[in-house]
């Protein structure tokens, strides 16, 4: 069983930083697809970033290409998400997910394992 453990969150103001980190552990094959989620009050979860391991092909969100980068640490078996020029609109729980994928990157589809999750809020 995918076991993954988020943290970093917090709250900054509007124009600020923030970086994630999600552990990953538990499992007996190597998720190759890591990625981030958020889901805001009242919203459903989007996909934000998603990085295939073995190949570093990665995915953004059109919301957050420019401002978040998605990078791994295959030794620690962590991914990050560092979270530039923060909006109002990027307010939501974050969650760190797993998955698996035999194509040449991963969609927000491959992701089944999931983290508690970590809040991010935006203030001005």
């Known amino acids: 069983q995918v076991q993954l453990v988020e943290s970093g969150g917090g709250s900054v103001q509007a124009g600020g930083s923030l970086r994630l980190s999600c552990a990953a552990s538990?499992?007996?094959?190597?998720?190759?697809?890591m990625g981030w989620f958020r889901q805001a009050p009242g919203k459903e979860r989007e996909g934000v970033a998603a990085i295939r391991r073995s190949i570093g092909s990665i995915r953004y969100a059109d919301s957050v290409t420019g401002r978040f980068t998605i990078s791994q640490d295959n030794a620690k078996n962590t991914v990050y998400l560092q979270m530039n020029s923060l909006k109002l609109e990027d307010t939501a729980m974050y969650y760190c997910a797993a998955g698996f994928t035999s194509r040449g990157s991963c969609r927000w589809t491959d992701f089944g394992y999931w983290g508690q999750g970590t809040q991010v809020t935006v203030s001005s």
């Open positions: 538990g499992y007996y094959v190597v998720p190759d697809c």
